[in-house]
């Protein structure tokens, strides 16, 4: 029997269980669900076999350790930031790892150990970093082995609402972490590369630079920068391509209403609000405009963002009810984003009967026997309920399938890596397309980054 350790019961782990419970007894299996809250890893065993909750405390090294050492593989589904714990008595007790989140640096200094002890660390597997990856890759190496030669890469993924339960003006609900749509795009500057071009987008004017995507039956979407395109020229083997941008993607107009709360600085994370536990709504608000002694705070943030009381930008903030005197912020010493997070999940938390939504699109340009062309790869998956959103589905499933494989001697390269070897993720797409999540793909004639002919680069 084959015991598998996930550290980590959060709401992203569902599915990921739920599919290892399935294999459990045909590839003979025993999961041990560890979390510091022993309620959460109760809830995500069940009454099921082969399942067993546990109390683990990471930064414990003798219960991290006693976890670990009697494992065979183990999952991590701890906050990034966390999973090092985890990977150095990984190494210690010479287990392989999976985990769902970007490589730190943390975790590439491992690299040469993991590959003497010859250890599997999969990391970036989930849906975005993870399906992103892999589906980008199956694309791109296909198009090499043909000896076509790559001339652009643009890719988007977002996390929304069904059109279903698209009950809003700002076309958006938190589908995952709010935070980090609260944070989203600070701490360095957009870069990336446009028809020869490096181009670099500040945070302040990250989210009035924008592109327009059109998917199939769904219709339009916009995506703004992510924070380094350029990271991936070197680990796509997109060192001589021409566009590389990446993006996150959400309902057309978001952007733009988003903006305001950057222009008046309620994003900001980097210092704390005075007496924010007892400040109002409309106070918060207030805090962040001139002072007035004839002014009401609406005509104050309508002129300093001059929109118009007609415009629909203030439609958006007034179904925010930014403005109440009676709802309270309630945290202590809050930041400006911790409070505006406060104001949001009043009215974006997704509701008992609402579905969440994973867009994804590639865009590959290239160059083959003389001839330019282009493929649009789309792929869109909707949850099925609160427990099988698409989020936890798109996140699990990857990870699930990757651990199983690793288990079974059919992922063998050791190191600390991501999911672009043809090994890895060719098996891992074709299984993904029997849970429905399938890529489409539209072969066109190459329109580059600037299809509608507009001057200047």
Not at 169 to 186: C, S
Request: aromatic share 10%; charged share 30%; hydrophobic share 40%.
């Amino acid at each position: 029997m084959k015991e598998i350790l996930i550290i980590g019961a959060g709401k992203s782990t569902s599915v990921l269980i739920d599919h290892l419970l399935s294999k459990a007894e045909t590839e003979d299996l025993f999961l041990k669900i560890g979390d510091i809250d022993l309620e959460n890893a109760k809830k995500a065993c069940g009454n099921k076999d082969r399942c067993e909750a546990f109390h683990l405390d990471v930064f414990t090294t003798e219960s991290r350790e006693n976890a670990v050492k009697n494992a065979d593989i183990v999952i991590s589904m701890l906050p990034a930031r966390f999973h090092i714990e985890v990977a150095q008595a990984c190494v210690k007790f010479k287990k392989n790892m999976v985990t769902a989140s970007y490589i730190s640096k943390e975790m590439k200094a491992l690299d040469e150990e993991v590959k003497k002890n010859e250890l599997i660390f999969m990391n970036e597997i989930g849906v975005d970093p993870g399906i992103d990856h892999m589906s980008a890759m199956q694309v791109i190496d296909r198009i090499r082995d043909k000896g076509g030669k790559m001339l652009l890469f643009e890719s988007f993924t977002g996390g929304l609402v069904a059109p279903e339960s698209d009950t809003n003006l700002w076309n958006y609900k938190f589908t995952w972490n709010p935070r980090n749509v609260v944070v989203a795009g600070q701490g360095g500057v957009a870069k990336f590369i446009q028809e020869g071009k490096y181009k670099y987008i500040p945070y302040h004017r990250l989210f009035r630079r924008t592109e327009l995507l059109q998917v199939e039956g769904y219709g339009k979407f916009e995506g703004y920068a992510n924070r380094n395109s350029l990271d991936y020229m070197s680990i796509y083997g997109l060192e001589d391509v021409l566009t590389l941008y990446r993006g996150t993607i959400r309902r057309v107009g978001f952007s733009r209403a988003w903006n305001m709360f950057v222009q008046l600085g309620m994003t900001d994370d980097s210092f704390t609000i005075k007496d924010s536990e007892d400040m109002s709504y409309r106070d918060f608000v207030n805090s962040f405009l001139p002072y007035s002694p004839t002014d009401t705070v609406e005509l104050k943030l309508r002129h300093n963002l001059k929109i118009d009381q007609d415009d629909l930008m203030w439609e958006k903030l007034l179904e925010l009810d930014i403005f109440n005197q009676n709802k309270k912020i309630g945290i202590k010493e809050a930041t400006p984003a911790q409070a505006l997070q406060k104001i949001l999940m009043d009215k974006w938390s997704l509701a008992a009967d609402d579905k969440d939504m994973i867009v994804m699109y590639h865009k590959f340009g290239y160059e083959l026997n003389g001839k330019k062309k282009q493929i649009d790869a789309t792929m869109v998956h909707i949850g099925k309920d609160q427990k099988e959103t698409a989020m936890a589905k798109t996140v699990g499933l990857p990870v699930a399938i990757a651990t199983l494989k690793i288990l079974k001697g059919e992922i063998t390269t050791p190191g600390v890596q991501l999911p672009i070897k043809k090994e890895v993720y060719g098996p891992i797409l074709k299984e993904l397309e029997e849970h429905d999540i399938i890529f489409k793909e539209n072969e066109t004639e190459y329109l580059g980054y600037n299809p509608f002919g507009e001057v200047g680069n």
